[in-house]
């Protein structure tokens, strides 16, 4: 049988076959072919090491690119959220002042941006 019979399982038969071939070497053939093999399994290890190292790399790299933004959208969002709220607190004394002056409700409510509902709370 010099070739794989078309009915036959390539996967199996294949590998069947190779053995078969392997062992009709010489000695110095065999060595030839065995250091090849060895030389194609190290290039894929060295490969393969290389790649999970690059993995790992990039998966550090991103989780610290990730902390950095994290802490500066962070520190903006905190300073927005802050200067929202300082000028919600300084609308509410101003309504609070303008109230004790008995101004009406509705010229307190335009002039400090809150609903008249928040004004009548005050």
Same mark, same amino acid.
């Given at each position: ?60 790299? =991103?989780? *610290?690119? $990730? @902390? %950095? #933004? +994290? &802490? /500066? !959208? =962070?520190? *903006?969002? $905190? @300073? %927005? #959220? +802050? &200067? /929202? !709220? =300082?000028?919600?607190?300084?609308? %509410? #004394?101003?309504? /609070? ?10 010229? /307190? ?14």
């Amino acid at each position: 049988m010099d070739k794989l019979p078309y009915f036959l399982d390539k996967r199996i038969f294949g590998l069947i076959f190779e053995i078969g071939e392997i062992g009709k070497l010489t000695e110095e053939d065999l060595m030839s072919y065995e250091a090849s093999l060895k030389h194609k399994r190290d290039a894929e290890s060295v490969y393969n090491s290389a790649l999970k190292a690059g993995r790992i790399s990039g998966h550090a790299q =991103g989780v *610290i690119e $990730g @902390k %950095i #933004e +994290g &802490k /500066i !959208e =962070g520190k *903006i969002e $905190g @300073k %927005i #959220e +802050g &200067k /929202i !709220e =300082g000028e919600r607190k300084k609308a %509410i #004394e101003t309504a /609070i002042n303008l109230k004790k002056m008995d101004i009406s409700i509705e010229k /307190i409510s335009k002039a400090t941006g809150l609903s008249i509902e928040e004004v009548e709370q005050l």
